[in-house]
């Protein structure tokens, strides 16, 4: 499991999902529990950071809690229902997950909730889902060049690989307090934005002492002393999974359909229609924490009508997420107007003209990158 694969800056931290970043929740967060702090040997934050980068595993299978209060409204669902993509659903509230590890083609994701488990498995170039609640399941077969990775961080592991695409001189990098994560011990590397502009306050990512895999990794919000997001393991085994644990085995009567390939012939990616022709759809504008993401997507907002290949789920998602987006607050300055979301963590901006403009950052530091 290489813990650095994903240099895009701060991919984790401002997903998009129907065309605009909307990450939501509202249940209270606590730190995990921890036991008594274990004597371990001095590191420095060099040395730890080599050890993160360097570490390698063979197997893993363990129980990840997620929770999240960023002090949005609660529309993530909305989003995930809008893109089609459960696992959207993720960045909001408490999750419970079980995750089967065995190199980078045997993987497993079992998010359960109250109502039922999704399942994400892959097994060589086959991944299927299965959601409980309807018996439904699809196939895809992946082409040779791709890989299958979560929108969203299900693991310690996932979220420190996104974060750390992010130090550079804006970040100070210190080791904190060691810990107990899961019943083991942990050193603990913190990361701490230097640019006032960023809404976030500390990263702070539990490394096992042994294996120097994340055990737990916490976002903290300018002003908060309570992580605003974080996913730690209850429980971790480092042993390699049995084979059985990637063998797709459905219940009786599961409805499965084979998805779609849209990569057209040889594994080639199919030609974009959709493009926009005069340039990317998508940039970004500044560096390290107070990055802004900013794309052009004239079809997001109270006003996109609906898709005539919407699935109903989808397009029912899609209507309440773009009812909630056109309750939000007017702002308006000089450079234009629109509506404004904010939270601990992040502010996403949808401006009149068609721009979604995106970040770790105060409302005032969208403004100067709607206005340049």
Known sequence: MPMIKNRAVLRWLVPVAAGVVVIGGGA??????????????????????????????????????????????????????????????LLTGTHTLRVWYAGPEKQRLA??????EQDMLRNGRDVWTWNSRSNTASHRTLAADEATVPSAPATPADAADRALAAID????????????VAGRDAYELVLTPRDADSLVHQVRIA????????LRFEVLADGGDRPAFEVAFTQVDFRTPDADQFRF???PGVSVTEATDDRGPAGKAAPDTDRRPDGPDVR?????????????????GPAAGPKADAKPDAQAGADALAQVLGGLPKVSGDWGSGRLLSGKLFSVLLT????????????ERLYQAAKG
């Open 249 to 251: 085995n459905p219940r």
């Open 284 to 300: 970004t504008v500044g560096t390290g924490w107070t990055t802004v993401l900013v794309a052009r997507l004239d079809a997001v």
């Open 28 to 89: 209270a967060v606590g730190t995990f529990a921890a036991g008594a702090e274990p004597a371990l040997p001095p590191r420095t934050a060099a040395q730890l950071l080599d050890d993160l980068r360097t570490s390698r595993l063979d197997g893993l299978s363990g129980t990840v809690v997620q929770r999240a209060d960023l002090g949005l409204p609660p529309i993530a669902d909305l989003a995930g229902a809008a893109s089609g993509n459960e696992l959207a659903s």
């Open 169 to 180: 001189p804006t970040t100070a990098v210190t080791v904190g307090r060691s810990a107990r």
């Open 111 to 116: 998010l359960v909730d109250t109502l039922g």
């Open 352 to 363: 009149d003209d068609g721009r979604v403009l995106a970040g770790l950052v105060t409302p």
């Open 207 to 214: 490394l096992d002492a042994k294996e120097h895999v994340p």
